[in-house]
């Protein structure tokens, strides 16, 4: 039976008031607390678009090296998003396709030049989601100098150092 | 030879039939319609000769190009120069942050007032990606161009950036020919290795200077004391290495920097190293003195300009820095800075400088000649 009296306020203490607000700013997904921005989703779909028809995937050929790249971040958090690998030397995608925990590019002679040096971005789009996550980091890396596996960590909070660098992953070399 | 002012009828004469010929379009300065220019010259000293009823004098100048007229052009100097800046502004939607959001802007009108590095010019353009920027956060721009005539251009792409320093027209004055030609142009925006990239990290998409599209502006340009200023990251560096044991690791000879200095003819400075703007808006000491101002004033006021201090004010800026917790002290939010860019009333404190990174590299701005660059001649 429908009642028309309002329903009954219940105080809560103040400490477990608290505690409720600490573990709801905790229990998000863990993308949501990352580097991420909300757009229309037919904007992201147009994006997605146009960045299937910029990529140029290097072609793999005999004694290519091939530089294996691990993230950090779970496979369910990304959902169906779109997962953009970004080279800003060249000005161009290198990988669009379905997030992986491990992603491989072979480094052809065009990502090797000037010692395999690059600033990457990673983007993952998500148009159901209507959100746009990107993760850049100022300070280049030889990313393409050889055959390696690297660690990608996305950070959960990027940090700008006092020279203005920003840092929204960490890479590092896993024997 | 030819005699100012011109003939208006001898003019439409000549005009009729060159327009004829090449379809409608205006001849150019350029070396390639220098042969239609002599046609032309030729066309308009029969139809002068027709009116009075004349024969055309021979001339042995007669297949001279009209633009070799400063011997006998009878308005001094010609053609009349009118010099023009440009000051090219870019987004910074790479930060995301109160402090960093106007780092472009404010030297970037700071220059429009005369306090940057730009000569006194005839006329000053500023072009400028719109991108990220608020209603409130365009005002000063929009403030310090209409006070001093300063003409606003919106840039959406790279090709605009050609389109902006090619904006070169000619004109008459006084019967004599004016041409406006570019004196100092300078960058304020985000740069990677030998590209100048206005929209960095921009969703609007790609407005860069690179190596690759510099052709398409035109080489002649400026004029021959011209210069450009790049305070944008890395214009004279060509290599992304992070660490260098001399300057010449960073191999300027093949930089955008020399690149522009070849093209034009002129000199350019810029750095091999990142640039820093940090100081440009604040003095990094009244940093906490700001943020905490603004997080106790801010309460609901979070759509209003706040005043943080005789100089620096807070303009509300939705979406900007939404990060971090601010019931955990984190990110933005707890630092009480979200939803809001710093201003500086009085624009930039001082230019940007050099910054340490990549390491091993002068961090003073270079200035690059035409054909090998200088060493040893910094500021």
């Known amino acids: 039976m429908r009642s028309d009296r309002p329903p009954r306020l219940v105080p809560v203490p103040p400490t477990a008031s608290a505690l409720l607000c600490a573990a709801l700013a905790l229990a998000t997904n863990e993308i949501d607390a990352m580097t991420c921005s909300e757009m229309p989703k037919d ?133 | 030879m030819l005699e100012f002012p011109l003939d208006p009828d001898a003019v439409a004469a000549a005009d009729e039939v060159i327009l004829a010929r090449t379809g409608g379009r205006y001849l150019t300065m350029e070396p390639s319609d220098a042969e239609l220019r002599r046609e032309w010259v030729r066309l308009y000293e029969e139809a002068l000769a027709a009116q009075s009823g004349d024969t055309p004098q021979d001339d042995p100048d007669d297949d001279r190009d009209p633009t070799d007229i400063e011997e006998d052009c009878p308005c001094g100097d010609c053609p ?55 209603y409130l956060e365009r005002l000063p721009l929009d403030g310090v161009a209409n006070s001093l005539g300063h003409s606003i251009v919106r840039l959406l792409s790279s090709a605009d950036i050609a389109t902006v320093m090619n904006d070169l027209p000619e004109s008459e004055e006084d019967g004599c020919p004016v041409q406006v030609k570019l004196q100092d142009v300078v960058f304020f925006s985000h740069g990677l290795p030998s590209q100048i990239t206005l929209n960095l990290d921009g969703d609007s998409g790609a407005v860069t200077l690179d190596r690759d599209n510099l052709s398409a502006i035109r080489a002649d340009a400026f004029v021959p004391e011209g210069k450009i200023h790049s305070y944008a990251c890395r214009t004279g560096n060509a290599s992304w290495w992070e660490s260098f044991s001399s300057d010449d690791g960073a191999h300027p000879e093949d930089s955008l920097a020399q690149r522009m200095a070849d093209h034009f003819d002129i000199k350019v400075r810029a750095f091999l190293t990142r640039t820093l703007y940090r100081d440009v808006l604040r003095d990094p000491a009244d940093s906490a003195a700001l943020a905490s101002t603004l997080k106790a004033q801010r309460d609901g006021h979070e759509s209003e300009v706040i005043s943080l201090s005789d100089e620096h004010e807070a303009l509300p800026h939705p979406d900007l820095a939404e990060r971090g917790n601010a019931w955990l002290g984190t990110g933005p939010r707890g630092e009480g800075t979200n939803g809001f860019a710093l201003w500086r009333r009085a624009a930039a404190r001082e230019m940007p400088v050099g910054a340490d990174t990549p390491s091993g590299l002068s961090n003073r701005m270079r200035t690059f000649s035409p054909s090998a660059p200088e060493s040893g001649d910094e500021e």
């Open chain 1, 43 to 175: 904007a992201i779909q147009r994006r997605i678009a146009a960045l299937r028809n910029a990529v140029k995937p290097p072609e793999p050929e005999a004694g290519m090296p091939t530089v294996r790249f691990e993230f950090d971040l779970p496979a369910g958090d990304a959902g169906d998003g779109v997962f953009v690998i970004h080279s800003q030397r060249l000005q161009r995608p290198v990988y669009v396709g379905a997030y992986a925990q491990q992603v491989a590019i072979t480094a052809d002679d065009e990502l090797r030049a000037d010692g395999g040096w690059d600033n990457l971005d990673f983007l993952l789009l998500r148009p159901e989601a209507e959100q746009v996550c990107r993760w850049t980091t100022d300070p280049g890396h030889p990313f393409w100098g050889g055959s390696r596996r690297l660690r990608v960590t996305l950070t959960r909070e990027r940090e700008i150092d006092d020279q203005g660098l920003l840092r929204g992953y960490a890479v590092e070399s896993i024997p």
């Open chain 2, 80 to 134: 009349r120069i009118r010099k023009k800046n440009i000051i090219f502004i870019g987004s910074e939607m790479h930060y995301d942050s109160f402090w960093w959001k106007m780092m472009f802007m404010a030297p970037g009108i700071a220059a429009a007032t005369g306090s940057g590095p730009l000569r006194p010019a005839d006329e000053t353009t500023i072009a400028y990606v719109p991108e990220g920027y608020t």
